[in-house]
Each structure stands twice: as C-alpha cells, then as structure tokens.
C-alpha cells in the first residue's frame, strides 16, 4: 500500500511539474469558461495581422471600456439561483429518497453542509486558484478573499468585470465568481453519493475540502481558464495569450459546462471512496432498496429544471449560444428518459420511476459538455446513446467493477460524463449540423477543427484522461490522509442504527 501511494504521488507531482506557484491575473482582465474553446495550434495558423495605420493619421479618440448589459446579468443571476436549486433541494431529495430511511438526513445534511462549505472556501481561495493568471495547472493568488472584484468609493463602489465569449461584452466579474462558486458546490456534492450511509460526517467534511483545493480547482483552471476573447488584439499576441491559458484550454478541449470538471472529475473522486471506505455492512445480503422514490422523482425533477442555468448559464449571454444550450437541455435530457426506460423495459420487462428519473440525469450529465457545442440532432443522439450507456453503468459496468457505489455516483456521472465529452468532438463539427468552433479569437472567424473531427475527437479523449488520473490521484491522497487522522468510516454498531441518530441526533420521520 505504501508503495501504491508513493507512485500515485508522484504521478501527480509529474503532472504539475510546471510549478503550482503562479502570477497574479492582469489588471483588467477577465476570466472566463469554456464554451466553443478554439485549438490552440488553430487560432495561431488564422489570426490576421491588422493594417498599419497611416503614419500622417490622426490618433483615434479613446474607446469607452465596455459596460455590462443589464439582459446579459440579469439572465446569470437567474442562473445562478437556479444551480442553487439544482444542489438544494434538487441533489439532496434525488439522494436522500435513494438511501434506506434510517440515513435520509445524513445525506441531506451532507450536500446541504458541503455546499455551504465549498461557497465559502470558493470567496477564500478557490476561485483565485481557478480564474487567476498562473500557470497551465492553476491559477494565482490575486483574487485572494475576492480581492479587487468590489472597491467602494465615493460613488457607491466599483466592480471589476470578467470576459463572456464576445468582444467587448463584459459581465460584472462578481456574477461569474458566484455563478462559478455554484458549480464548484455541486460537484464536490455529488461525491457523497458514492460512499453514503457509512462515512463519518467530519471525513466528508475534510475530504471535501482537501479534494476541492487541490482537484476541483486545478482542473476548473486548466479547462475553463483563458485570457477572453478581447486579449486577442493582433496576430502577435495569439501565441503569448494562449500560453498563459489553462492545459486543456490550450490543447482546445470543448466542455461548455462542466463534463469534465464537474462530473466525471467528481465520479472519479467517488470510485475511488468506494473502493477505499469499503462496502456497507450487509450489501448484497439484506435489502437496501430506496426508502422513497417519490422524493426522487421530485429532486430529479428540480435538476432537470435547474440544469438550465447549469448549461445554458455556461453561456455568459442572453443570446443564441444560451438558447442552443437551452434546447439541447431539454431535448437531449428527454430523449434519455425514453431511452433508458425502453431498454429498462427489454431487459426486465418493465421501466421503472426509478430508472426514468435515472435516466433524465444521465442526459443531463451527457449534454452538459456540450450544450452548447453541438446542433440539436447532435443533442438528441447524445441523449438518446446516454440513456442506455448509463444503465449499462449502473449494472453491467458496476457489477464489473465490485465497488458499492451507493447511489451510482460514477455509473451515471462517470459513464455520462465522459460518453459526452468524446462526443462532443464529434457532433461540434459544421458538417454533422454542430456550430463549430472559434478558429480565429483576433477576427472571431468560427469553422470545423481544421485538422479534423477525428483530431478534435483525440482533444476530446486527452482532456477525459487528464482529468480521471488527477482526480483519482488528489482522491486517493486526500482519503488517506482523513482516514489517518479522524477516521473515515463509522463503526458497525452505528452504521447499523443508522447515520440521522448516531450522527446527527435526529430522524427523518416520527414514527
């Protein structure tokens, strides 16, 4: 064991050999997610060089600094609440109607606490290691407790503003920071469902803030972080822009909205707690099917209506990029329900509430990377493969792997989150009805990956392996660690009572 976590250790310390000490980011620019990232190699073969201009030219007036449109906040604000709602209510009932009674408020208190939890390490530090100019693994220290995102002044205060996907189209860089801090929340609350009903609720605690510090905000960095469109100025600037981008930014990886950064860096980080906290006492012998499928039905129901700020939010506009993803959400999503259920129905004889909801959220994870990447025949495909792909997850696959994986944390967010982003790099192609991608960030020229859908496919398959190896590392390492210092499983005894008493003093129901 000692020698599989010196290897592991040092397969994570090769992969940020770069340094994790990093420059702050630039005054005045932005941060910003990744929705149609260019290839690196692309935007520097088509960049232009803008005319010189005639040496007896009169020096042009100064151009007004961009103002935020009041649609473009208005519509992330709205987002932002509704991936709130996404994680509290909708993940904590999709949950807690899954586990076995005696344990409904443990994983209730578990998503609810590590949300509040990653909200406020996000304000500390976590969004200034994943949207501050450092290196090609992480970010800086600049935006340390939010620094310079609000001054006050005399005039009521002043805001910093982050890039969106447009030039010249800015957004107060406060509304990214807390529509960002929502993604960072949910999926470190995914995890739990992985390991639930038999986790000590301090391990969760540190874990979680181990795993978000050194996982989540490195990968949200070297997937999501570039330097926005309006540091694209000149043909002389591509190069050094794009190098001072996140890793998987910088190989031209497509995820629009989190399949790599939320679901399957999250269903990695699952696994691999399955494996080490071991299976619930009884699994497989006594009966631990969910205690209330009518509650998981509703928190299903809050994701899929939540997911639209997720995704269509990923956006940064209130324009035709939100409104692609808007539909693909719905479509892809809805296409999944059907599908699962059918093959659910071919193989047991009946579709079950159970696999319907199942379903709707292995298309939401599936669509999510490429929302607003792909067209919406592209969409329904995804949904329609996902469907079935995830029930295979959360059966053949799980059977496969041995590990309990208490609510299919990874059969699900896993499976679906990576059949999505490697098709993401084959339905963003113009010619199979996918917008495209931005070939050209100086002249905003947007076409097919030159070099091909196979070589965007391979793009697509790099960013999946960086992300399942970082993440199974930083898990490993950060379950160790809680596990030599406060313990991660509880005893028998307790395990057997149940979590909502010998935990947290209380039930879900009054008998």
């Excluded at 994790?20 to 290839?39: F, K």
């Excluded at 390490?121 to 935006?143: C, I, M, P, Q």
């Excluded at 822009?241 to 998987?248: D, Q, S």
């Excluded at 159970?354 to 919406?376: F, R, W």
């Amino acid at each position: 064991m000692k020698k599989l976590i010196t290897i592991l250790a040092l397969g994570l310390a090769a992969l940020g050999a770069l340094g994790l000490g990093g420059t702050v980011l630039a005054q005045g620019t932005a941060p910003d997610t990744a929705a149609s990232a260019p290839a690196a190699e692309a935007s520097a073969a088509t960049a232009t060089t803008a005319a010189p201009a005639p040496a007896a030219a009169t020096a042009a007036a100064p151009v007004a600094a961009p103002v935020p449109n009041k649609g473009d906040v208005s519509w992330m604000l709205v987002s932002t609440l509704l991936v709130i709602m996404m994680a509290i209510p909708g993940l904590a009932l999709f949950y807690g109607g899954l586990v076995r009674s005696k344990n409904m408020l443990s994983v209730l208190m578990q998503v609810f606490v590590t949300f509040a939890l990653v909200t406020v390490l996000w304000v500390v530090y976590g969004y200034s290691l994943a949207f501050t100019e450092g290196n090609a693994f992480v970010g800086g220290f600049d935006r340390l407790f939010l620094k310079g995102v609000f001054s006050p002044n005399a005039t009521g205060g002043e805001f910093s503003v982050a890039a969106t996907f447009s030039k010249g189209v800015v957004l107060p860089e406060i509304v990214f920071v807390v529509f960002q801090a929502t993604f960072a929340a949910i999926t470190c609350g995914l995890i739990v469902g992985a390991f639930a009903e038999r986790v000590k609720f301090s391990a969760v605690l540190l874990f979680v803030t181990l795993w978000f510090t050194f996982s989540y905000a490195p990968i949200a960095h070297m997937v999501w972080f570039w330097m926005g469109p309006d540091a694209y100025t000149a043909n002389e600037v591509v190069d050094a822009m794009n190098a001072k981008a996140g890793l998987i930014w910088q190989w031209g990886a497509l995820d629009f909205a989190g399949g790599t950064v939320v679901h399957i860096n999250a269903a990695v980080a699952g696994l691999v707690g399955a494996y080490l906290v071991g299976k619930r006492v009884g699994y497989g012998k006594e009966s631990m099917a969910p205690h209330n499928l009518p509650l998981t039905m509703v928190g299903a129901s809050l994701l899929w209506v939540g997911w639209f700020g997720f995704n269509a939010g990923s956006a940064l506009e209130a324009g035709n990029s939100a409104a692609l993803a808007f539909i693909n959400t719905f479509s892809a999503t809805a296409m999944a329900v059907l599908t699962w259920c059918g093959a659910e129905a071919m193989l047991k004889g009946k579709a079950s509430m159970l696999g319907a909801a199942s379903g709707a959220v292995a298309g939401l994870v599936a669509i999510t990377p490429a929302a607003g990447n792909v067209g919406i025949v592209g969409g329904l495909v995804i949904g329609a493969i996902a469907g079935v792909a995830c029930l295979w997850g959360v059966s053949g696959l799980k059977k496969m792997l041995g590990a309990d994986d208490t609510l299919d944390v990874f059969g699900v967010h896993g499976v679906g989150g990576i059949l999505g982003a490697l098709l993401t790099g084959i339905f963003n192609s113009q010619a199979l009805g996918g917008p495209g991608i931005v070939t050209d960030w100086v002249t905003g020229a947007t076409g097919t990956n030159p070099a091909g859908t196979l070589a965007q496919f391979i793009i697509q398959a790099k960013a999946v392996g960086v992300t399942v190896l970082w993440s199974a590392v930083v898990a490993f390492i950060a379950y160790k660690v809680v596990d030599l210092t406060i313990g991660l499983r509880v005893p028998e005894d307790e395990e057997r009572e149940g979590l909502d008493i010998t935990a947290h003093g209380e039930t879900a129901y009054n008998k």
